[in-house]
């Protein structure tokens, strides 16, 4: 069974906060891992891709990849109200097309 | 760039009718979609999969001859649910990803339906 873990949260952080949003992966050969942000109500919004090891940024994301460790992490620095959301881990397996999504975390922003 | 659209957005039906929605890539080729569902407070669940022209791979537990996917064109991919339940209602998503980034899927603003 592939796997992406997230912690549900709620995460809690006050505004202007860096939040911290970790992910999980039990597939060694997943290639690919993007970060999708989930509005109530609303459908997934892609927010960030990343392929190599190492920080990706991008404005006041920053997306984190350690394929030994199998983790991934997306750091929202300068935290607005308006980032409060469900943000969803998703990993391609390296093969087919399909994504694995995990559960989400759910981030609220407090002023 | 990569627009995905959906239509309708929401749709309330009575049981036993059937509900088409569409599914379009507007500035991009779609050669894969994407069918989820997700209910309330739930993650999303892969329906199926559509690759254009050919028939939709359904993930398990999925009756495909009560969600008819159809995906005739590269822009364009259907999902109608026949003889719709109460328990059908949900939110219906669809994603699409091109034959460029075949990994990076871009989903549609969704359909609310509720069956009555």
């Known amino acids: 069974q592939k796997e992406v873990e997230q912690n549900s949260g709620p995460l809690s952080v006050p505004e202007g906060a860096i939040a911290s949003l970790n992910c999980t992966y039990s597939d060694r050969v997943s290639q690919s891992f993007f970060w999708y942000r989930q509005y109530s109500g609303k459908s997934p919004e892609l927010i960030m891709s990343i392929y190599s090891n190492g920080d990706k940024e991008d404005g006041r994301f920053t997306a984190q990849l350690n394929k030994a460790s199998q983790y991934v992490s997306l750091l929202i620095r300068d935290s607005q109200p308006s980032d409060s959301a469900t943000y969803l881990c998703?990993?391609?397996?390296?093969?087919?097309?399909?994504?694995?999504f995990g559960t989400g975390t759910q981030l609220k922003v407090e002023l | 760039g990569a627009v995905v659209s959906q239509h309708p957005s929401r749709v309330i039906c009575k049981s036993g009718t059937s509900v088409k929605i569409e599914c379009r890539s507007l500035?991009?080729?779609?050669?894969?979609m994407f069918w989820y569902r997700q209910f309330p407070k739930q993650s999303l669940m892969l329906m199926a999969t559509s690759n254009e022209g050919s028939k939709a791979t359904y993930e398990q537990g999925v009756e495909k001859d009560k969600f008819l996917i159809n995906h005739a064109s590269l822009t364009l991919s259907t999902l109608t649910v026949t003889s719709a339940h109460p328990e059908d209602s949900s939110f219906y998503i669809c994603?699409?990803?091109?034959?460029?980034?075949?990994?990076?899927?871009?989903f549609g603003p969704g359909t609310r339906l509720t069956v009555l």
């Open positions: 998703a990993v391609h397996p390296g093969g087919g097309n399909k994504l694995t």
């Open positions: 994603s699409a990803s091109s034959s460029g980034t075949t990994d990076t899927q871009y």
């Open positions: 500035d991009f080729q779609a050669t894969t």
